[in-house]
């Protein structure tokens, strides 16, 4: 069952996919965690693999930048190839002062500037949130790994340059880092039934001027590929 994004035939896809924005960051995952994994997409370069994680099946993919890009795989993922779990692994900005570099965030809501929501016709605003059964697991994961780690509310932006300086505002609302495909991924998931979770590695302080390099968010945050595989591994 090709789509004009995902080449993958039914059965090629697990039913818990960890997903980076990162297509590269999905091969490494494949090739360094992953038994016996299989490429199943290369579709515009999107890289998807199914291998074994310690004897379960677990597939991953990237999703691309942006919410537009996470919304199309996602929403592929849950309602053509029946897709259960979806974990999004990513880098976020931190906005609350007490969240640091290669902190993790586990992201239980997702505010957003974005309009996704509007398709649903909905009298009033949604609030984007992740599954419960994921969070817990994930709580787990990371107090085992031994990770700083963060549970609270982000911010899923539609732009990554913005000309309004809003970080401080968003600050004061407790918010602790941003991103940009959260939100979109947490909304299809409610209006498909199914389930999903964000784990972020802060990548970059905007409001401190601090950051990693770009090889370093590819290559290097295995704690937070760690703990995703972990909570896939006992949902």
Known sequence: MPTPHNNA???????TVIMP????????????YLDNPVCYNQVRGMY????????KR???QGSGMGMPSMAIYSWELFNIYGVRNIIRTGTAGAIADN??????????????NSAYASQYNLNGTY???ASWCLVSEAVKATEKNGCKYHVGNILSSDTFYD?????????????????METASLYMNASRSGKNALTILT??????KNLSTSAEERQNSFRDMMEISLETALNI
């Open 48 to 55: 998807g693999y199914t291998g074994t994680y310690k004897g």
């Open 202 to 207: 802060v990548s970059d302080c905007p409001l």
């Open 9 to 15: 035939e039914k059965g090629d896809i697990a039913e």
């Open 58 to 60: 677990i597939s991953v």
């Open 99 to 112: 969240v640091n570099l290669r902190d993790i965030i586990i992201a239980m809501s997702a505010s957003t």
């Open 163 to 179: 000309d309004s300086e809003s970080l401080s505002s968003w600050q004061k609302m407790g918010v602790l880092g941003i991103e």
């Open 21 to 32: 924005g990162d297509p590269l960051r999905a091969k490494f995952i494949a090739e360094n």
């Open 127 to 129: 609030a984007p949130t």
